[in-house]
Nanobody, 121 residues
Framework: QVQLVESGGGTAQAGGSLRLSCAAS????????MGWFRQAPGKEREFVAA????????YYADSVKGRFTISRDNAKNTVYLQMNSLRPEDTAVYYC??????????????WGQGTQVTVSS
C-alpha cells in the first residue's frame, strides 16, 4: 500500500508561482510512473502532468504546457509540480496519483488527499 501526501498549495497572484510536493510512504515509488491531476469546483478531475519512473519522459496537458514542470527525487520518494505563470483558471484542488502515465483517472490506483491552489487575478 502506498500513501501519498501533497503539500505546497496556497494562494498566489496571477503570474506567480507555487511548487507542490507529493511525498510517498509505505512503499517506494521509485519504479512507478506518477501523475498530477486537478479538480476545480463543479468540474471533473483532469490530468495535469505525468512522469516516468526514471524521469526521462514527461507529459503535460495542453493547458499547462510550458508553464508547469513535473519532476521527481526517487531518493526522497517524492514527486514535484513546479507551477509558473499561474492563471486564475489554474485554481483547483491538486492531486498526486500513481502508478500511471496515462491521462485517465481510473487508471491510477493510489491518490493523495489533495492540496488547494487558488490563483487570484
Amino acid at each position: 500500500q502506498v500513501q501519498l501526501v501533497e503539500s505546497g498549495g496556497g494562494t498566489a497572484q496571477a503570474g506567480g508561482s507555487l511548487r507542490l510536493s507529493c511525498a510517498a510512504s509505505g512503499r517506494t515509488i521509485r519504479y512507478y510512473a506518477m501523475g498530477w491531476f486537478r479538480q476545480a469546483p463543479g468540474k471533473e478531475r483532469e490530468f495535469v502532468a505525468a512522469i516516468t519512473w526514471n524521469g526521462d519522459n514527461t507529459y503535460y496537458a495542453d493547458s499547462v504546457k510550458g508553464r508547469f514542470t513535473i519532476s521527481r527525487d526517487n531518493a526522497k520518494n517524492t514527486v514535484y509540480l513546479q507551477m509558473n505563470s499561474l492563471r486564475p483558471e489554474d485554481t483547483a484542488v491538486y492531486y498526486c496519483a500513481g502508478p500511471g502515465i496515462k491521462t485517465v483517472v481510473k487508471d491510477y490506483e493510489y491518490w493523495g488527499q489533495g492540496t488547494q491552489v487558488t490563483v487570484s487575478s
